[in-house]
């Protein structure tokens, strides 16, 4: 069984600083993308990387995949309120399948 | 990316009935996911419904405490068997229109059994 580790599990800050949450494996996957979820509404995919070692940008935030693909970071630059929620991997480890993260649940504090 | 519908937004049950919820696609779609969500936590797959033929269900899930009919490309259902509290959770759906570069989520039904 495959498992992808986040942490931190729970983080807040303060409005304006920086934060980065990781996203580990043991195994090999052959895509991972991030998503957000918000209270009541389903995931929202914010970003789907393929390549080792490969850097995507959104704005404010960075993501990182790992050159063994079995690792992402997303990095958070100056956080705001609106980037609070539940922020979730998901790796594709070559079936049809995609298994999420464990999570990091997110609250920025004005 | 799809438009999916999925109803009820949220219901309250009680123990010894059953649930199903539904959900729409604006597109027609081959695979549609069922996910489970309980409280705190992070997303499970019940199980891949395909059109035609019998879902296949991930370890711990299993068909009579979970059916799935799937009558068409754009249309599925998920049904909540014989329910206890256990069941309490947000159910989604989701579909992966591109080939695993993103799927698109339902908002979740949310459901508590009382």
């Known amino acids: 069984t495959q498992l992808l580790e986040q942490s931190p599990q729970f983080l807040s800050i303060q409005e304006g600083e920086n934060l980065t949450v990781y996203c580990n494996s043991s195994?090999?996957?052959?895509?991972l993308q991030w998503y957000r979820q918000e209270p009541g509404e389903g995931p929202v995919l914010l970003v789907t990387?393929?390549?080792?070692?490969e850097v995507k940008k959104l704005k404010r935030l960075t993501f990182q995949f790992g050159d063994a693909r079995k690792d992402s970071s997303l990095h958070i630059t100056a956080a705001q309120p609106g980037d609070t929620g539940l922020y979730l991997c998901?790796?594709?480890?070559?079936?049809?399948?995609?298994?999420f993260g464990t999570g990091t649940r997110l609250t920025i504090i004005p | 990316s799809a438009v999916i519908s999925q109803k009820p937004s949220r219901d309250i049950c009680q123990r010894g009935t059953s649930l199903t919820i539904q959900c729409q696609v604006d597109?027609?779609?081959?695979?549609m996911f069922w996910y489970r969500q309980q409280p705190g936590q992070s997303l499970t797959l019940i199980a891949t419904?395909?059109?035609?033929?019998?879902?296949?269900?991930e370890s711990g899930f299993v068909i009579d405490k979970f059916p799935i009919s799937r009558p068409n490309l754009t249309f599925s259902t998920l049904t909540v068997s014989n329910m206890s509290p256990e069941d309490s959770s947000i159910y989604l759906c989701?579909?992966?229109?591109?080939?695993?570069?993103?799927?698109?989520f339902g908002s979740g039904t949310r459901l508590t059994v009382v």
């Open positions: 989701s579909v992966d229109l591109a080939g695993r570069s993103g799927y698109t």
């Open positions: 195994s090999v996957f052959s895509s």
């Open positions: 990387v393929v390549t080792g070692g």
């Open positions: 998901a790796a594709n480890f070559g079936n049809e399948k995609l298994t």
């Open positions: 597109s027609q779609v081959t695979m």
């Open positions: 419904a395909n059109q035609g033929s019998e879902a296949t269900y």
